[in-house]
């Protein structure tokens, strides 16, 4: 596709109910990047995939969040048991990988509300 | 691991004015230094990025040095408009990999 793209845009959820949101990367991307956003504040690291690497789940806040990238291409991070603190923006990002460093495209993000 | 450490929270210039936004950075592996703007509900988009081979890098009302022995780098905007009005992120990755972000300076610009 043209661009990075998530879905859904937007997620309503009962608190306790499980969520997947889903995250397409731009065709030939290995980087893959999942971040966090609360209203007003930064961007949160959860997880990074590179190629057929283990992934680097140093930001996953708890056990109740996890991801995962089929065929180095789609991925979908799932939400256990959600809880209120949940709430936020989910946004995806890929690049073509490391290396010199290259520019990071973010999708537009899932905002998921817990109620 | 990588902190990026990211200031002003907040700043407020007058329209035409230049706006300064300084970051820092704790690996000094790290060799990739993106900046990104995201306007009101929108996605971020990079403005600019340098690399640890350069220590300074330009686009039009846009620039960023780099201070590699200090661990800091920073970004100018000149000439500042109302349209520069939106939150800046620093970033810092280590080899091309997971990027770090600082927690990001809400710019204002008054007209």
């Known amino acids: 596709g043209a661009g990075v793209s998530q879905s859904p845009s937007n997620k309503v959820t009962e608190k306790g109910k499980d969520v997947e949101l889903r995250c397409d990367p731009i065709s030939g991307h290995t980087a893959l990047y999942w971040y966090r956003q609360s209203l007003g504040q930064g961007l949160e690291f959860l997880i990074y995939?590179?190629?057929?690497?283990?992934?680097?789940k140093s930001g996953l806040p708890s056990d109740r969040f996890s991801a995962e990238r089929t065929g180095g291409s789609v991925s979908t991070l799932t939400i256990q048991r959600t809880q209120q603190e949940d709430s936020a923006v989910y946004l995806c990002?890929?690049?073509?990988?490391?290396?010199?460093?290259?520019?990071?495209?973010f999708g537009q993000g899932t905002r998921l509300t817990v109620v | 691991g990588e902190n990026v450490e990211q200031h002003p929270s907040t700043l407020s210039v007058q329209e035409g004015d230049s706006a300064v936004i300084k970051c820092t950075y704790s690996?000094?592996?790290?060799?990739?230094f993106p900046w990104y703007k995201q306007e009101l509900g929108k996605r971020p988009q990079l403005i600019i990025d340098i690399r640890s081979n350069v220590g300074e890098k330009k686009d039009q009302r846009i620039a960023v040095t780099l201070n590699k022995t200090a661990k800091h780098f920073s970004l100018h905007i000149t000439e500042t408009q109302p349209e520069d009005s939106a939150v800046y992120f620093c970033?810092?990755?280590?080899?091309?990999?997971?990027?770090?972000f600082g927690a990001g300076t809400i710019l204002r610009v008054k007209s």
């Open positions: 990002a890929s690049s073509l990988g490391p290396g010199a460093g290259t520019e990071a495209f």
């Open positions: 970033a810092a990755s280590i080899r091309g990999n997971k990027l770090v």
């Open positions: 690996d000094s592996a790290s060799n990739y």
């Open positions: 995939f590179q190629g057929n690497s283990a992934p680097d």
